[in-house]
């Protein structure tokens, strides 16, 4: 079974530093997505890789897959107080990529924003 | 779009008692996806359906739990007899084949 590991597992971050977060696949990864958690609250959508080497942004946060696909990153520009939660990655065990059998979860990036 | 709608939010129940947790997909989702979040465990999916039909169960831990979705609109996960360590969120999630719209959760304390 793929498995997920997630880098580091907590993160403190002075407010409007740059931060990164590493997740690391056992196996080639297909579909990588990312998913932000408020705490008490469900995960919330934040970006989808496929192709190695791709790299997508939204807002202040981007993400890339490594060419050989088997890690992801994310990376977080001038870090704000709303950027604080945890952080998911979650892969496609199978070719399709689109996480129609369900994603395995890394164990999440708990981020801490100190103004 | 209301999202995906869990019920209840929280669930405090005794050891041994039946707990029935509910979801409502998004409209037009055709896959159904239970997970159980703890903090030892992380997110872990127990169970999926896939119109309407359970297509993997592999991740139901125990045979105290099971699933059901009696129609596109309406999905629930229960637990009998329910034990201290089944407390965790439990979140569920639709798809429509491509990419995930998660529920706020249930959090369930069994004590």
């Known amino acids: 079974s793929q498995e997920l590991e997630q880098s580091p597992q907590s993160l403190i971050v002075q407010e409007g530093k740059n931060l990164t977060i590493n997740c690391t696949s056992s196996?080639?990864?297909?579909?990588l997505y990312w998913y932000k958690q408020k705490y008490g609250e469900g995960l919330i959508f934040l970006m989808m890789?496929?192709?190695?080497?791709e790299e997508k942004s939204h807002e202040k946060i981007t993400a890339k897959l490594d060419e050989k696909k088997q890690q992801s990153s994310l990376h977080i520009t001038a870090s704000q107080p709303s950027h604080a939660g945890i952080y998911l990655c979650g892969a496609d065990p199978t070719y399709s990529g689109g996480g129609a059998d369900g994603l395995t979860f890394g164990k999440g990036t708990h981020l801490i924003i100190q103004p | 779009d209301a999202g995906v709608i869990q019920s209840p939010r929280h669930e405090v129940t005794e050891m041994g008692q039946e707990v029935t947790l509910r979801c409502k997909p998004i409209?037009?989702?055709?896959?159904l996806f239970w997970y159980r979040q703890t903090m030892m465990r992380g997110l872990e999916l127990l169970i999926y359906?896939?119109?309407?039909?359970?297509?993997?169960d592999s991740g139901m831990p125990e045979d105290r739990f099971s699933a059901k979705m009696p129609n596109a609109s309406f999905s629930t996960l229960k637990i009998q007899p329910s034990e201290p360590r089944d407390s965790a969120v439990y979140f569920c999630a639709s798809s429509p084949n491509y990419g995930y719209t998660f529920g706020s959760g249930t959090r369930l304390t069994v004590v």
């Open positions: 359906f896939n119109n309407n039909v359970p297509i993997d």
């Open positions: 890789l496929q192709k190695g080497g």
């Open positions: 196996k080639t990864l297909y579909g």
């Open positions: 409209s037009g989702h055709n896959s």
